[in-house]
């Protein structure tokens, strides 16, 4: 017979205040081959624990049932408590009585009825464990960072100066991201390029880097550790290494199409790299527009090239490489504001905040120049705040950085252009630091602030003319301007669900990544070895992904640095007495941990492989396999006592 | 039913990765659903054996849940698209053992799912408090043991699946058969 003590937690209150401890305690006093139940205020914290330790020691306990938290909260602390005490951390079970019971109930009889039962239910499922020994794995001392844009820059470096090896995946042909694109940040109105391209160039200098740029990840295999990831370099048309970037090209190619990188204000060529300082400086052919992939003619770059760089055949190539770890930081897409009543796509003076970027920069497609379609300077400027975002027509979210970048933007065209800038906004918000203080600096500057969102853009006169509520005059105006600026939600990249998929990373319901708990752990996922950084998992300023880059590159040298890991004992067991080598569980395993042995006509587990998952047991059909911990009388088990309260 | 409300016991098998998290996530949100679901974990929705689900019923409950990954999501890559294909055979099981389609459900739960569990538990318990309890249970016939089921609720060969209160009790249904009809 087992000797179980059970230790029912009351959390504060949490528990308490819904469900009756002292009763969930007395009642598991009474179940069979539980030695001692106790009630604590809070089990976690050292007395807590300690009362587990006193008890395995002093009574001999040889199964341990804690009912209280989450067992995804909790449960490494109390197998920590058991293995200080000399018990195997897996002789543990816990009842999940808050998150299940006391905190999504009111009624305090059936929180403590429901609460007995997976009491009850533990217990008998806990005198059935077995002791299990966890297993190591070496890492692959390689770190993958998927994403070129500020926050992957930033855990690159940071990784590669810790001494290991890093892979960067850029899917642009040039590394640098939305930031690139960005003319002054907000609250400093620092030049954006000018502290970008040093951490792009070095990037590309240092030595522990490895740079596929206009490359996509194809395929993750494996595990924390072990990863197996298959990259595709998507075919440049040009030879890397033959490539000096003289520019001879794309300064010859006769045909132009609209320039990406200026969000279509302005025209590249062909043949082209997205923008001056591009990391590398190398060129890609637009083989979707090319004439020569068309129609076969032209291919003057490759006549002119002096290094005879240009290969109009080449191939994509597919390129496998083993990872310890791995961080996504693809970042995010704009809302296409196209969708909404603001004008846009309809009047050519209505731009999103990101073409305005473009526009007043001084590489931009007017040299810098704030100018209408005609050439003219505006006299008058709208900005629209919260275009997509805290509406629920689009995003239900505030974008977090747009009154910031808004009111960036109002003091570079009142910088450039002297005109009245007026803001359409519903609430301001500048939490950041310094944020607050550049808000009033605007105002100051004399740009108009209306509290009303803008609904509508319209054109009288052949000027455009913004319509709002003004929630504190309480009255509806029109507003007469000549160019309107949108600025935009950041939203999920298109591509979103197709990455989270080849990387085993969870969504929230806005269709951001999702952190494995919100507050505790932002950069880890529900799998491990694999972080998030950046605007992938929300919107987010400058400063806040670098963090998150830094952070999450920090993660991973922990695990690269410690060069082992810990892998669950969770895993599928043949009992090859029973097997009867019907081979129905081969397909079933996602790992390919299963394997027939022709010589004993058995299948055989690699447990190196096996993820524990448990899905081939429920296919057996002469109920050979097991998967330790979850053994099917485990589970009976457990279900019959749930049940029977 | 005497006097007291039917409270139908639910059972759960939920997987770590997505729909235990999501109902972790419904306590730390206090979200509020009936106390009828109790939840065994198991690490993916595809180790759920037909099995468990017929001893839940064989043991009493009124009602059994399987919550997985949402397909595409699953932590173990297609542990959940095993289950989606398991499901209609069981499905089709469960209404020979008479047991009415109601009283069995697959939902797609993610860790941020929480609003969504609360929605399928709520639905869950209307349905089956309106059918009453699962007639073939140990609680209300002792005498059959766990490894029994009772009487059908419904005749075997005429499995309507989503059909509602339609099933008229068989000729061999005890007292204790389905209440709503």
Same mark, same amino acid.
């Given at each position: 017979m087992a000797r179980i003590g059970v230790y029912v937690c009351h959390c504060g209150t949490n528990i308490a205040a819904t469900v009756d401890v002292a009763a969930v305690r007395d009642f598991a006093a009474a179940l069979p081959g539980v030695v001692v139940a106790r009630d604590y205020q %809070?089990? !976690?914290s050292d007395p807590g624990q300690d009362l587990i330790r006193k008890d395995i020691a002093e009574? #001999? *306990? /040889?199964r341990v049932v804690v009912a209280s938290c989450s067992p995804r909260m909790h449960e490494p602390t109390f197998r920590r408590a058991l293995e200080s005490a000399g018990l195997n951390g897996y002789l543990l079970e816990m009842a999940n009585i808050r998150e299940h019971v006391s905190w999504v109930t009111t009624d305090v009889p059936a929180a403590t009825r429901k609460a007995k039962a997976l009491v009850a239910g533990a217990v008998r499922r806990v005198a059935l464990h077995q002791p299990l020994e966890e297993r190591y794995a070496d890492v692959t001392p390689q770190a993958l960072v998927v994403g070129g844009g500020i926050a992957g820059i930033e855990a690159a470096l940071k990784i590669a100066d810790g001494g290991f090896r890093v892979h960067l995946v850029e899917k +642009?042909?040039?590394? #640098?991201?939305?930031?690139?694109? *960005? =003319?002054k940040t907000f609250?400093? *109105? /620092? !030049?954006s390029a000018c502290i970008l391209t040093p951490k792009m160039v070095a990037v590309a200098q240092h030595p522990n880097i490895v740079l596929h740029t %206009?490359? +996509? &990840?194809e395929r993750v295999d494996g595990f924390v550790g072990n990863f197996r990831v298959t990259i595709r370099h998507k075919a440049?048309? &040009? =030879?890397m290494q033959k490539c000096t970037g003289c520019g001879t090209c794309w300064s010859k190619c006769p045909y132009t199409a609209p320039n990406e990188f200026d969000e279509g204000l302005g025209k590249r060529k062909l043949i082209y790299i997205p923008f001056p300082q591009a990391v590398p400086n190398k060129p890609v052919i637009d083989r979707e527009r090319c004439v020569k992939f068309q129609s076969g003619k032209c291919g003057a770059c490759q006549k002119l090239c002096p290094t005879g760089a240009i290969d109009f055949n080449q191939q994509d190539e597919l390129v496998e490489e083993n990872f310890g770890a791995i961080i996504v930081a693809t970042g995010y897409s704009l809302f296409d504001p196209g969708r909404g009543p603001w004008g846009y796509g309809r009047y050519p003076n209505v731009l999103t905040a990101l073409q305005f970027e473009r526009m007043v920069n001084a590489s931009g497609p007017t040299g810098g120049h704030v100018q209408l379609q005609d050439g003219s300077t505006p006299r008058a400027v709208a900005i629209l705040h919260c275009i997509g975002s805290r509406d629920t027509n689009y995003h239900e979210y505030c974008s977090n950085v747009c009154c910031m970048y808004s009111l960036k933007l109002a003091h570079l065209v009142k910088e450039k252009t002297g005109a009245e800038v007026y803001n359409f906004y519903i609430d301001i918000r500048a939490f950041g630091k310094a944020y607050e203080e550049f808000y009033n600096r605007v105002q100051n500057e004399g740009v108009y602030f209306i509290r009303g969102k803008g609904a509508e853009v319209g054109s009288r006169d052949g000027r455009l003319v913004v319509r709002c509520e003004d929630t504190l005059l309480g009255k509806y105006r029109e507003i007469p301007v000549d160019m309107v600026i949108l600025s935009p939600a950041m939203e999920p990249r298109p591509d979103a669900a197709r990455i989270s998929q080849v990387f085993g990373i969870q969504r929230s319901a806005d269709g951001f990544f999702l952190e494995a708990h919100a507050k505790l752990e932002p950069l880890k996922t529900a799998t491990d070895g694999v972080f998030i950084a950046g605007a992938c998992q929300g919107p987010k300023d400058i400063p806040y992904s670098v963090a998150q880059g830094a952070g999450a590159a920090a993660e991973v040298l922990r695990l690269l640095s410690a060069g082992r890991v810990t892998i669950s004992p969770v895993v599928a067991q043949v009992a090859d007495e029973i097997c009867s080598g019907c081979r129905a569980c081969l397909p079933i395993c996602p790992y390919h941990a299963l394997t027939y042995d022709e010589g004993v006509k058995v299948v055989l587990v690699n447990e190196a492989l096996c993820k524990g998952c448990g899905t081939c047991v429920a296919a057996c059909p002469s109920g050979a396999l097991s998967v330790s911990h979850f053994r099917t009388p485990q589970v009976l088990a457990q279900i019959e006592e749930v049940l029977a309260v | 039913m005497t006097g007291e409300e039917f409270e139908p016991k639910i059972l759960g098998f939920f997987c770590n990765w997505c729909s235990y998290a999501g109902a972790d996530l419904a306590g730390v949100s206090r979200l509020k659903y009936p106390a009828n679901l109790r939840i065994v974990r198991v690490m993916c929705s595809g180790r759920v054996e037909p099995t468990m689900v017929l001893k839940a019923f064989a043991c009493g409950a009124d009602g059994v849940l399987v919550a997985g990954c949402h397909p595409g999501d699953c932590h173990y890559q297609q542990g959940n698209y095993k289950t989606l294909r398991r499901v209609p055979l069981l499905e089709r099981t469960l209404a020979q053992f008479g047991i009415h389609p109601a009283r069995f459900r697959l939902a797609w739960i993610s860790a941020n799912e929480g609003q969504k569990l609360v929605q399928v538990v709520t639905e869950m318990v209307d349905e089956i408090k309106k059918l009453g309890p699962f007639p073939g249970t140990r609680s209300r016939f002792p005498e059959l043991g766990a490894a029994a089921p009772g009487p059908a609720e419904r005749p075997a060969a005429a499995p309507v699946p989503g059909e509602r209160g339609a099933a008229a009790p068989a000729a061999t249904v005890a007292a204790g058969g389905e209440a709503h009809d």
């Open positions: %809070y089990m !976690c009574m #001999g *306990l /040889d +642009e042909p040039s590394i #640098g991201g939305q930031m690139a694109k *960005l =003319d609250p400093t *109105l /620092d !030049c %206009y490359s +996509e &990840v440049r048309s &040009v =030879d | -």
